[in-house]
């Protein structure tokens, strides 16, 4: 079994691993602020993941979509975030809707199907990181999880925000990274976004008293 | 002189210029002839792109071919006479103290973005692009929708924004997926993404990745297009935000996504053997169909209903697009620029109807005809026109897609006509005692514009009655290119 | 066939086994207290505290059946019969054929069950709840421990202990991801199943807290040495277990004697380091209440699936 993996594929399926971690570890952690530093630390792997294909493969556009990464959503966005919070001065704890161990089972679950999806595809790839195609695509499923088990708004922005992380591993494992073109484009969009929703969490704020999304649940067809 | 650089640039530049200038006496106005220039250029690049065939701009990066330009032409259309619309309407809004002078700089502003990106959106040849317009597109419209901040329109804007974002990813993982295939064939080029050079290679590109990449992308941009189950957005942030916004929104903003999903479809259709792309497509456009109809007949809020009917509509054209072939295509597009005319002319009647009587509650607006009788007719006319009654144009396109289904696909039909059914018993029912009825309404300060109204019901009407032969060619040719 | 070197081999683990893990504990405790600038106790206690109570007399509750006389005898058997199989200084272990990996985890649950009877047998209210606890514990650790074995076992195509073992000695150096999550898991698992700080405290009878402690509550004399002895035993056979699976570089591997001799001090060296890193993570974390073991134990199993996963999607290759 022991065909040699290059050592930089070992690195970036480490990497690949440690994102998927993180992934769990964001589903489980009920703390804001933690919240927000697990996503810097996804953001700083996926950083990292990317500097050593861009290594590997010499492909410069790499490096700039790493140092893109590294800016936008290891620094920038936790830092807006960081800011936010303290601003809205959320509570420190947010609840999620279902007990934690029963969201990891689910987790595992959609890593099980992400993987399942995918393994046919990675065979197909010619890239040496191929394997992580799988769990690009877990990592969007957690973060989508996510989304759907947590209350708060922040929190759901932060699962916006590692699903984009899922996506961009997705784009740099599969195919060393999209045209740049492209990837600026999106850099810009969830820049904006953020920045929207940043105006947005003040907004409902103000008229809520709260960042609870319970609060919003009167547009209804009952 | 280049009518495409035009038609982008005018939007891009009038939309910081109304930022800059702020809300003026004249901003109104410099919104329309921004509007209008834009139409103007559309207008002239689909007579180039009719005389000359398809062509690039910018290198590779824009593509113009019969099929976008239509959608082109319709989009600076409904965006012309929604932007006229919208004058009045927003002024009678501030009047009423539901907005100020620096919300009103903020919608024209990001009126004129929303413009640009739906522009972009179509006529880019990257699909990578073709996603970040889209994304730009609904955060542009995400804080028009909470124009208003009350919480209904915030929670609105929020669901909205974390629907569609969700979506959004889906489709993006969808398009590196695409180029994951793409990039087997092309190699690590920046063409890979460019869907001309896709297009040729369709056959050779990967059937498993591109079956996984359509169905990402189908309910990536199906979550903006309201195909249900991801549908819930739509009839809140229609309902809640201002209602030229609703009128783009439904007019525009879900043909432009459907216009991706199709963009993709063709590629899909080459890859995969079968009838992968078009099953899916259908089975998505009849539970759309389904759901929408059946949620019809519950609804109180005016807005909300017409959003239901917006959905409704998407998934037959879903539908007619998913039998595929040149007929169900050509119905496809009809339908398309029908339901387009006709409800964005509803939403404004809506919203001139609203605004006089001070609600969206339906069972609160009564006899509109006695208030303002233009009002009172268009709103019916309208409604006439979108259940598919003939004459309007929407009849032609119904009955073409459903005589097609009959044929090709006659398990369907019951399924078509049980849910045009009940839509139209749900509809006309609401309707009807809002246009005639006792009513106790009072003047607005400015006068509603309605030409558009009549304006988009002549057209539709028109189409119904007779399609000139040029428009015909025309819609034969998109008709084609879908395949 | 039975070697020379093996049987000899066999033999002298057992020995070993048998006299360093009552080391060990004292080893363990005694780092502990440093890092806890205490006065450390005799690192020889352990051997102090067998001697004495090997030659106490046996009290026995009233309603004491034969079961609980007969505990400690199975479970120091279950123990002694798991470091056997364990190879701690050579794959080459004749009575490896006894027990694979699978086994091994049933052998723990062997013992597992009889200190459990034996605790709810004398019908105090201590004894049940230790008992209950420890099943509790058992129940959620075995599934992780199992599934840490399968991730191992898919890389070596065997689930006996000495095949993984020698696959994973032999291999390149090469970073498995799914190595990391399994070894992380099985630290969570060892701390769990040995009774150690996160989920449980040796040091204290706390009544409410403690889980093993409770259980022994009633067994006095040569009964209370074989526990004792049994529990040092199970630390010993976990750390060997961890240290083979993950770090397996010196074991011997085929009959020679000198390649025997050579990897007693490794064995030593290892066992230190790692009963070093034991008191580090019993100093400092502090011990968590009974309720969120379940979720302590719950990661362990996630990380042990998530593992067996990435090794399936990334490591598999032709």
Known sequence: ?222 | MDFFVIMLFIPLVSGALLTVVGEREWAPNLNIIASFGTFLAAAGLTVEIVANGPRFAFGEHFFIDSLNVFFVALTAFVGLTTSIFSGPYMRNEREHGKLTAARLRLYKSMYQLFMFTMLVALTTNNLGILWVAMEAATLTTVLLVSLYRTPASLEAAWKYFILCGVGIAQALFGTILLYFAAERVLGQTGNALLWTHLVEVKGQLEPAIMALSFIFLLVGYGTKVGLAPLHNWLPDAHAEGPTPVSAVLSGLLLNVALYAILRCKVLADGAIPGEFAGNLMMGFGLFTLLVAAFFLSRQKDVKRMFAYSSIEHMGLITFAFGMGGAVANFAGLLHMTMHSLTKSAIFFAVGHATQKTGTQLMEDIRGLIRINPLIGWGLMLGTLAILGMPPFGVFASEFMILTYAMKHHPWATPVLLLALGVAFAAIFGKVQPMVFGETEAKRLPHAPAITPVFLHLGIVLMLGLYIPPYLTRWFHEAARMLG | ?318
Not at chain 1, 194 to 206: K, N
Not at chain 3, 13 to 32: D, E, F, H, K, Y
Request: charged share 10%.
């Open chain 1, 1 to 222: 079994m022991n065909v040699a993996i290059p050592f930089s594929a070992q690195l970036i399926n480490l990497f690949a691993s440690v994102i998927l971690l993180l992934g769990f570890a964001m589903l489980a952690q009920r703390r804001v602020l933690q919240l927000i530093n697990l996503f810097a630390l996804q953001g700083l792997t996926l950083c990292l993941s990317t500097v050593v294909a861009a290594v590997t493969t010499g492909q410069s556009h790499l490096y700039w979509s790493a140092a893109l990464t590294l800016v936008l959503k290891a620094i920038l966005l936790p830092w807006i975030l960081h800011r936010l919070v303290r601003r809205l001065q959320v509570k420190g704890e947010v609840e999620s809707l279902i007990n934690i161990p029963t969201t990891m089972l689910v987790g595992i679950g959609l890593v099980i199907i992400a993987f399942n999806v995918a393994l046919p595809i990675s065979q197909l790839s010619h890239t040496i990181t191929r394997g992580t195609l799988g769990i690009a695509l877990a990592t969007v499923m957690l973060a989508f999880l996510m989304m759907i088990t947590r209350q708060k708004a922040i929190t759901q922005v932060v699962g916006f925000l590692a699903m984009e992380n899922g996506l961009f591993l997705a784009a740099t494992s599969a195919t060393y990274g999209m045209p740049m073109v492209v990837e600026l484009g999106i850099a810009l969009d969830v820049l904006v976004g953020v920045i929207i929703l940043g105006v947005f969490f003040f907004q409902i704020r103000d008229q809520f008293d709260s960042l609870d999304i319970r609060h919003m649940e009167r547009l209804k067809d009952s």
């Open chain 3, 1 to 318: 066939m039975i070697s020379v070197s093996g049987l000899l081999g066999q033999t002298f683990a057992i020995l070993l086994a048998l006299l360093l893990a009552p080391l060990l504990s004292g080893w363990v405790g005694q780092c502990r207290a440093w890092l806890q600038s205490r006065s450390a106790p005799p690192l020889l206690l352990p051997y102090y505290m067998l001697h004495k109570l090997f030659h106490k007399d046996v009290v026995l509750a009233n309603g004491a059946s034969s079961l609980f006389r007969a505990a400690p005898f199975v479970i120091f058997g279950c123990m002694v019969l798991a470091c056997a199989i364990i190879p701690s200084l050579s794959t080459d272990l004749p009575l490896a054929p006894a027990a694979d990996a699978l086994a091994l985890v049933g052998v723990f649950g062997l013992a597992r069950i009889f200190i459990s009877l034996a605790a709810m047998d004398v019908g105090t209210s201590f004894g049940s709840l230790g008992g209950r606890r420890e099943m509790l514990v058992g129940f959620l650790a075995e599934p992780a421990l199992l599934m840490v074995i399968f991730t191992l076992a898919l890389t070596a195509q065997s689930t006996s202990v000495a095949t993984i073992v020698e696959t994973m000695a032999r291999r390149d150096f090469v970073i498995y991801p799914s190595l990391a999550f399994a070894g992380i898991a099985f630290t969570f698992v060892s701390l769990a199943e040995n009774a150690r700080v996160p989920v449980d405290n040796p040091a204290t009878h706390l009544e409410l807290t403690m889980i093993h402690e409770a259980m022994i509550l009633e067994y006095s004399g040569r009964h209370l040495a074989l526990i004792e002895w049994a529990a040092s035993l199970k630390m010993y056979a976990y750390s060997c277990l961890g240290l083979a699976l993950f770090f397996p570089w010196g074991i011997a591997a085929g009959d020679s004697f000198a390649a025997l001799v050579a990897a007693i001090p490794l064995l030593l060296f290892k066992l230190a380091i790692g009963g070093f890193l034991l008191a580090v993570i019993e100093t400092i974390n502090a011990k968590m209440r009974i309720f969120r073991a379940p979720e302590f134990l719950g990661t362990a199993f996630l990380l042990a699936v998530l593992g067996l996963l990435v090794r399936l999607l990334l490591e598999s290759r032709v």
